[in-house]
C-alpha cells in the first residue's frame, strides 16, 4: 500500500458516507518507522504524522522540520505526566489525554505558555480492563472538568477492541461526543479507517498501510 492509494480510500470512503474528503485529516503515524520512509512520505507532500513517543520525536521531528517547513505532528500514545512539557512544546495536538493528573498538568502548562497543543480525551471505548483512556461512564464528568480547567478540547480518541467490529464502538464515540458538543473524533486505522469514516471519523490514524510493517528490534 501506498500514500497515494490510502488517500484514495479515503476519497471513495468519503464519497460512500456523503462527505466532503477535506472534513477527514489523514495522520500518516510514523513511529519507529525508518527515516527514508518519512522523508518519502513528506516529499510526496503528506503533512500530518502522528508519534507514539516524545523521545523518538524530539531526536526526529526539528531536523525534518527544518528540512520540509512545516508539518503538524500530533501524539497519539500514552503520555507520562513528567513529559507533558516537551510534548506541549513539540506536538501540535495530544489525542491521549486520559487522566485528571494529566490535566491538570496541561491546564498549568498551558497557562504558562499561553498556547495548548489541540487536545482530544481519550475514552476506553471497550472498557477494556489492560487499556488507557476514561470508561464510557465518566466521559461526560470528565469531559466537563477539562473544560472547567481552560483547555482545549477537540474531541474524543477511541481503539475499539481488536477482535471485534470495529463500527459498534465508533458509533458509541460519536455518541458521546455529540452529546457533549464536541465534533473531532480521532478513530479508525489501518484496518478500520474507512467504518470510522463512515461513522464520523474526522482524524484517522495510519501508519503500516502507508509506510510498511514496523520493525521494533
Sequence with gaps: MTLSAIQSRVISACDSAGRDPSSVTLIAVSKVQPLDRVRAVLSAGHRVFGENYVQESQAKWPDLRAEFGPVQVHMIGPLQTNKAKPAVELFDAIHTLDRPSLAT?????AQSRGISPDLFIQINIGSEPQKAGVLPADADAFIASARALD????????????AENSTPHFQALAKIAANNGLTGLSMGMSSDFEAAITAGATHIRVGSA????????
Excluded: D, H, Q, V
Design 210 to 217: 502507508i509506510f510498511g510493517e514496523r520493525s521494533y528490534s
Design 151 to 162: 483547555l482545549p478540547i477537540s474531541g474524543l480518541m477511541c481503539i475499539p477492541p481488536e
Design 105 to 109: 498538568k496541561l491546564a498549568n502548562l
